[in-house]
T-cell receptor
Framework: DGGITQSPKYLFRKEGQNVTLSCEQNLNHDAMYWYRQDPGQGLRLIYY???????QKGDIAEGYSVSREKKESFPLTVTSAQKNPTAFYLC????????????FGPGTRLLVL | EDKVVQSPLSLVVHEGDTVTLNCSYEVTNFRSLLWYKQEKKAPTFLFMLTSSGIEKKSGRLSSILDKKELFSILNITATQTGDSAIYLCAFMINTGNQFYFGTGTSLTVIP
C-alpha cells in the first residue's frame, strides 16, 4: 500500500446517512481511482480523476460522489441514494506514463447497520 | 463492451502442486495486461504484460500474454500456503489511465 492511506479501516453506516471515505497519497501521482469490491465480482470502478479539479464516472457511479481539490486527496462520499453500500472500497493511484501500474491503498470496509 | 474473464473462479491444490490461472479478454483499445495478488487487503502488483510471447518471471511465478488469441496465463510452480490469495487480472486501455478488472481466481493451497 506504500504511500496511500485510507481511513477508516471499518465504517458503519445507518440507513439514510451519507458517509465519506478518505484516501490520501504522498506518491505525487496525478491519477486516482475508487473501486468497489464485492465477493465474486472483482473490482468495479466507481470514479477516477486524472488531475486536480477533474473527475469522471466509472461503471457504478450512481449513489456516490467525489471531489479532487488537492492532488493528494480524493475522498469518496457514499450517499443515501446508494441502496446497497456494503462492500470493500479500494483507492488506487497511478503515476505518469503507460508503463506505470496502479498502487492500492489498504481499503475501507463499509457495513450498513 | 470491453470485458475480462478469469478461470477457474476458485481452485484448491496441495502444497507443491503447479497451477495455471487463465485470463481472457475482449478489448477494443488494449494497451497492457496486469496481474495482481490480493490477500486480505489491497491487491499487490505482480506483472505487466504488453508484448505477445514474452514470458515474465518472478521466483516461482511466471506469466505470458497471447495478443492474437487474447489471453494470458499465470503459472505458479511448487505452490506454498503463502500463495493462497485471490489473483486478479486487469487490462489497461490505450489512454493509459483506465483499468478493467476480472472477477479474480481464488486459490487455496492446502499443506
Amino acid at each position: 500500500d506504500g504511500g496511500i492511506t485510507q481511513s477508516p479501516k471499518y465504517l458503519f453506516r445507518k440507513e439514510g446517512q451519507n458517509v465519506t471515505l478518505s484516501c490520501e497519497q504522498n506518491l505525487n501521482h496525478d491519477a486516482m481511482y475508487w473501486y468497489r469490491q464485492d465477493p465474486g465480482q472483482g473490482l468495479r470502478l466507481i470514479y477516477y480523476s486524472q488531475i486536480v479539479n477533474d473527475f469522471q464516472k466509472g461503471d457504478i457511479a450512481e449513489g456516490y460522489s467525489v471531489s479532487r481539490e488537492k492532488k493528494e486527496s480524493f475522498p469518496l462520499t457514499v450517499t443515501s441514494a446508494q441502496k446497497n453500500p456494503t462492500a470493500f472500497y479500494l483507492c488506487a493511484t497511478k503515476g505518469q506514463g503507460a508503463g506505470e501500474t496502479q498502487y492500492f491503498g489498504p481499503g475501507t470496509r463499509l457495513l450498513v447497520l | 463492451e470491453d470485458k475480462v474473464v478469469q478461470s477457474p473462479l476458485s481452485l484448491v491444490v496441495h502444497e507443491g502442486d503447479t497451477v495455471t490461472l487463465n485470463c481472457s479478454y475482449e478489448v477494443t483499445n488494449f494497451r497492457s495486461l496486469l496481474w495482481y495478488k490480493q490477500e486480505k487487503k489491497a491487491p499487490t502488483f505482480l506483472f505487466m504484460l504488453t508484448s505477445s510471447g514474452i514470458e515474465k518471471k518472478s521466483g516461482r511465478l511466471s506469466s505470458i500474454l497471447d495478443k492474437k488469441e487474447l489471453f494470458s496465463i499465470l503459472n505458479i510452480t511448487a505452490t506454498q500456503t503463502g500463495d493462497s490469495a485471490i489473483y486478479l487480472c486487469a487490462f489497461m486501455i490505450n489512454t493509459g489511465n483506465q483499468f478493467y478488472f476480472g472477477t479474480g481466481t481464488s486459490l487455496t493451497v492446502i499443506p
